[in-house]
């Protein structure tokens, strides 16, 4: 099945999809009037739509049926990461975490961060292609860079997740297997931190802000290998 994006599709009407899904519909898969493809709205819905305009800058189709709605229950997994100073790696997280599945990513800059800005609008490209390439209809929001410390401070009152988990390095401090602490079912936060980890004061701080500390495991990982651990436990967890 191939599955195309339009975040303004409706259940009853008609839609114009953007210039590159246009292209990819008339040109690289060469539909034609009369064709039908399935559409999704990045929120949780599919719809199986006609195409009744074949142009292959904006090509126009109307829904015929709605296929399937937004499922509002299942667990979803709020990554927090800091960018990597090569940004090819952290492109290649979104891909793989979205194909996997994540609900939300946050990019962070922590104490010690290499990078502290990446344009979020080549991310979300690439989270679109990872949501369709995956069958997924729910395209994850993706934050732009934030300092943690501000954002902890401002915002772990809103974090209405009933897990937070701080996955740092400190192996003096007690720490608890991410994999054993993640529960299916339930909203799932993840700090996961820069090459030089976190930062002492930054670890009080999430732990007075209700966060849990947790390991990934005996090994070294790199910054976009702990987050993809950490994506992949929470999927395997809840997939039980």
């Known amino acids: 099945m191939q599955i195309f994006y339009s975040k303004d599709i409706t259940d009853n ?10 292209r990819h519909a008339v040109r690289v898969m060469r539909l034609r009037e009369g064709d039908k493809i399935n559409v999704t709205d990045g929120r949780g819905n599919l719809y199986s739509c006609n195409i009744i305009e074949a142009n292959d800058h904006a090509c126009v189709v109307e829904t015929a049926e709605q296929q399937s709605t937004a499922q509002t229950s299942n667990a979803t997994l709020h990554l927090a990461v800091a960018p990597t100073k090569n940004p090819s790696r952290m492109e290649w997280l979104v891909e793989k975490a979205v194909e ?29 292609s990872a949501m ?29 997740s009933p897990l937070k988990f701080i996955a740092h390095c400190e192996a003096d401090k007690p720490r608890v297997p991410l994999a054993k602490a993640v529960q299916p079912g339930l909203d ?44 992949t436990a929470f999927n395997l967890i809840n997939d039980r």
């Open 13 to 22: 009407g008609f839609c114009t999809l953007d210039a590159e899904e246009s």
């Open 100 to 128: 996997i599945g994540v609900g939300k990513i946050t990019l962070l800059q922590c104490d010690h961060s290499e990078r502290s800005f990446l344009k979020t609008d080549r991310l979300e490209k690439l989270a679109i």
């Open 188 to 231: 799932t936060v993840v700090l996961i931190g820069p090459e030089g980890d976190f930062s002492e004061e930054e670890i009080a701080l999430a732990l007075e802000c209700g966060f849990q500390p947790v390991s990934l495991g005996p090994s070294r990982l790199r910054t976009e290998t702990a987050a993809l651990y950490a994506v």
């Open 132 to 160: 369709k390439q995956s069958l997924h209809t729910i395209l994850p929001e993706i934050q732009p860079a934030v300092n943690l410390s501000d954002w902890l401070r401002s915002s772990h009152s809103m974090l209405h």
